[in-house]
């Protein structure tokens, strides 16, 4: 008799090794932050822990170089993410549908569980990842569906838990499927946690 792992669900973690870029990202980050007046109203009006773009500026590649920068090395990862998970994209290429920049507060700054429709890959880039921070929390996508399902023991290997956490650190890039569920718990670091987040479609 034989066990067999079906459907399996691909995650990517890679990383940017350049230095310069992940120092230009972590400056760019803090001046929206600073500057974008709209941004920080809504999250004020939204009660976000902190500051993000993705209400308020569409066009970071546009608006500065180094975001632009950004995007020529996330289309690489995006590829090689796109080969590995077997998609059939009928000879196109992935484009970058959105990017915004997220800089949460140490230890109040989380996500809730979330997919991103209407997307065929998405991910984050971490800009700055201080002692105490959260990473980020993977949901099995059948979880909806084991309804009476026991729940999984403690010694069960990744994939086959109902929930995996991956680590970033500095210049980490996590890739994922648009629907696969996920969320960025609270964290306990005392300073600004800075990420870039992304959809391809």
């Known amino acids: 008799m034989t066990t067999r792992t079906l459907f399996a669900t691909r995650f990517y973690d890679g990383v940017i090794a350049d230095d310069a870029l992940i120092a230009e990202l972590d400056a760019a980050a803090l001046d929206l932050a600073a500057q974008d007046r709209a941004g920080r109203g809504w999250c004020k009006a ?105 729940l999984r023991r403690d010694d069960a290997p990744e994939d086959a838990r109902s929930f995996v956490y991956a680590t970033p650190k500095v210049g980490s890039v996590f890739l994922w499927e648009s629907w696969l569920r996920h969320e960025v718990p609270a964290g306990r670091a005392k300073s600004e946690r800075i990420s870039i987040s992304f959809n391809y479609r």
């Open 46 to 150: 939204h009660a976000y822990p902190g500051y993000t773009s993705y209400a308020s500026l569409n066009d970071l590649p546009v608006r500065s170089p180094v975001f632009d920068d950004l995007r020529r090395v996330l289309d690489k990862h995006v590829r090689r993410f796109a080969d590995e998970a077997f998609l059939d994209l009928g000879g196109r290429r992935l484009k970058l549908d959105s990017l915004w920049v997220n800089v949460l507060k140490g230890n109040a700054g989380g996500h809730s569980g979330h997919i991103h429709p209407h997307s065929a890959v998405s991910g984050t880039v971490y800009v700055r990842v201080p002692e105490g921070a959260a990473g980020l929390k993977l949901e099995d996508p059948r979880l909806p569906m084991m309804m009476a399902a026991p």
